[in-house]
């Protein structure tokens, strides 16, 4: 038979295990609700562009979505550069692919070829993404311009964006090279 102590002790235990139960599932909640994953994770791909020249321009398709299905809101971006920052400029763009365009991915693209395929190029802050693989109707694209001799290594994108109930950032897409063909000059 339990004494009024041993009741007390009891309550007061099960209050601990209930508030840490409660602390543990607002961690996990937390992380989830700042940690969306709409995209493919960062890596398992690349593109190595060799013997260009300074002034020379590369779009490339960096995101492809996890699952089909909704939409995401982009707040924006950044280009994680590995090496030779210096010697490039990069922007993330939002491409509309182009319905008559016989693609269903934006790849690789060296200057104006890119506009075959996106009907409109436009910065990514306050544009909606539709999550959809097969027949994509837009995809973030990675735009490297060379500005000095030399190379060029991008290491993937993080994106900032809501999805559903989530809004926080992602590492996604692939590594990007680009160098002149006088790169060791």
Known sequence: ???HGDRS???????AVLAMALIAGLVVLGWT???????RDAGGWGIDDTDNQVGDT???GMTYPRQDGGHVTLHGGQVNFRTGEDNADADLLLCTIDPDAPVGAIGG???????????????????RLALQSAGMSHQVV????LTRPGSVEIADIT????????????????????TTGDAGS
């Open 109 to 127: 693209y060296r200057g104006d070829t890119i506009h075959e395929d996106c009907s409109e190029l436009v910065p990514l802050a306050g544009q």
């Open 159 to 178: 994106l900032d964006y809501s999805h559903g109930w989530q809004r926080g950032s992602q590492r996604t897409g692939g590594q990007v090279t680009m």
């Open 33 to 39: 609700w700042r940690h969306p994953a709409a995209f």
């Open 9 to 15: 002790v009891s309550r007061r235990l099960l209050g």
């Open 58 to 60: 590369l779009y490339v």
């Open 1 to 3: 038979m339990l004494t």
């Open 142 to 145: 990675l735009k490297v311009t």
